[in-house]
């Protein structure tokens, strides 16, 4: 063989003395390739060069889930799902496994199951950009709610004194229909800056909602923590038990007492170790606000009330009725999406003032409706003694 190369080539002997004659470029550009997969950026630069040549990467999970989602949650987060080891391992999937061979059952877990992994153990804790400004806003709008807005601002007072995250006990609001105790809950999850939910307890399915009902039932479903919690994005939400002194247990075989469900969730070391009666799934609600509203404590033991801290909200005063139906008499045009505002006359605050802020929104609302309806701009003191059948007048001296 001759000694003189072609252009462009060069001679490589193998191991067992074969020679062969290897293109210089074509090897130059491999050694390149190679010298990249040895920098930092080698990842992205195989993903490149394998999109290039038409291949798809495969995705690698990490070996152990800690190293996504690290050993302890992040600040600003808890971790809500502690037994996460066994829902990745596929422990809780084996365990379903054993105990039912409901085909839909099984379906249904799987496919929670596979939700909960992708969203990782660890939740958001919710809370106010600006805190004293938020509830002194929630104070002009509910003046007569000073006593459970005090508390609340201790708990984050003492909150921001700490590291811990701000933990609200749980209130029972007592007190006449229509003073906004229903209407006190919303606005503080909206203060809070956290999701906010509900639960009638005058209603039959009440026993169920909190924790969930039995997993084995055809009509199975998560309650309404697990569902705020682990399948939400938040581990605070605020949970309004709307007339807990309604409460009562179905006629029914499976009928359950619905106050039975709040021992354990009112408790906080118990409520880190909650569970949904539909998964059996473990995890912690232990920052949940709860606000229970009742009319009396007729029909609620000791032990349920111990759990709370109980306000008497009475109606509010005469001046403080007054700014409430101001507030709500010149936020309705916005609240309402009118194209057009429609004003109040100064006096009819004082005709909306004798009433309760839940018949002043809906006097409110009537009185629109109608301006709206007569093309006008301003409500008057005459509209609103109409709209009560009153005559023009108002109501006759006696």
Known sequence: MSNKLPPGYFRWVSPDNQVFL??????????????????????????????????????????????????????G???????????????MEQDLACRTADK???????????????????????????????????????????GPLGLVRNCLALA???????????????????????????KL???????????????????????????YWSNSATGLLFQLICEGRYANPVILLDELDKASVGSGARALDPLAQLHGALEVQTARRS???????????SLTTYIATANSVRGLGMPL??????FLIEPPGRDDSVGIARRIATEASERLRLTEPVVFERRCFYVLARMSPRLMHRTVDKALGEAVADKRRVVTEQDLWQLLGMGDEGPRPH
Not at 77 to 91: N, T
Not at 189 to 215: R, T, W, Y
Request: aromatic content about 6%; charged content about 30%; hydrophobic content about 35%.
């Open 305 to 310: 009330l111990s759990r709370f801290e109980v």
């Open 189 to 215: 999850a909206e203060a809070l800056g956290v999701p906010n939910a509900s639960i009638a307890f005058d209603q039959p399915s009440a026993g169920s909602q909190l924790c969930g009902s039995d997993k």
């Open 104 to 146: 839909d059952v099984r379906e249904r877990m799987q496919v929670l199951l596979e939700k909960l992994k992708n969203r990782g153990p660890d939740r958001l804790i919710g809370g106010p950009m600006d805190a004293s400004s938020a509830l002194d806003e929630l104070q002009r709008v509910l003046p007569h709610f000073r």
């Open 77 to 91: 987060h808890l971790r809500v799902l502690g037994d996460y080891d066994a829902l990745v391992s596929g422990a």
């Open 22 to 75: 290897i293109p210089i470029k074509p090897f130059e550009a491999l050694q390149e390739e190679r010298t990249r997969y040895a920098r930092k950026d080698a990842p992205a630069e195989e993903e490149r060069i394998l999109k290039l040549r038409g291949k798809a990467k495969e995705s690698k999970k990490p070996a152990d889930w800690r190293e996504t989602f690290g050993e302890v949650s992040p600040p």
């Open 275 to 285: 569970t949904d009666l539909s998964t059996d799934i473990v995890f912690d609600a």
């Open 160 to 186: 921001e004194a700490s590291t811990l995250p701000v933990r609200i006990p749980p209130m029972l609001l007592l007190g006449p229909p229509g003073v906004g105790k229903t209407l006190f809950s919303h």
